[in-house]
């Protein structure tokens, strides 16, 4: 059995930062790749960044250039380190991890972006 345990969630004011972080645990397994999430009050959840397990990453427009996604050695964790924080940016940030059979996803954490 594997678990995602999310992190580093909160409330911050415009043009503030936060660092996301996801560990897993329990069982090993292969990842694919990783991916942060977000789903905003009413709306759809939505792809933010991705990395694969060569490194490559690739980021929604809304996220290019103020949010970074990197990944640790042993593919066990996934942080995002969010810049410049916007109001429209509050929302429950989900990490997902994609292995050979099954995907994972974190339980979510809540960033809050408001003055």
């Known amino acids: 059995q594997v678990q995602l345990v999310e992190s580093g969630g909160g409330s911050v004011q415009p043009g503030g930062s936060l660092r996301l972080s996801c560990a897993a645990s329990?069982?090993?397994?292969?990842?694919?790749?990783m991916d942060w999430y977000r789903q905003a009050p009413g709306k759809q959840r939505e792809l933010v960044a991705t990395?694969?397990?060569?490194?490559?990453?690739n980021y929604a427009d809304s996220a290019e250039g103020r949010f970074t996604i990197s990944t640790d050695n042993a593919k066990r964790s996934v942080y995002l380190q969010m810049n410049s924080l916007k109001p429209e940016d509050t929302a429950v940030y989900y990490c997902h991890f994609r292995g050979i059979l099954n995907d994972y996803w974190g339980q979510g954490t809540q960033v809050t972006v408001s003055s």
């Open positions: 329990g069982s090993a397994f292969l990842v694919r790749a």
């Open positions: 990395i694969t397990r060569s490194g490559s990453t």
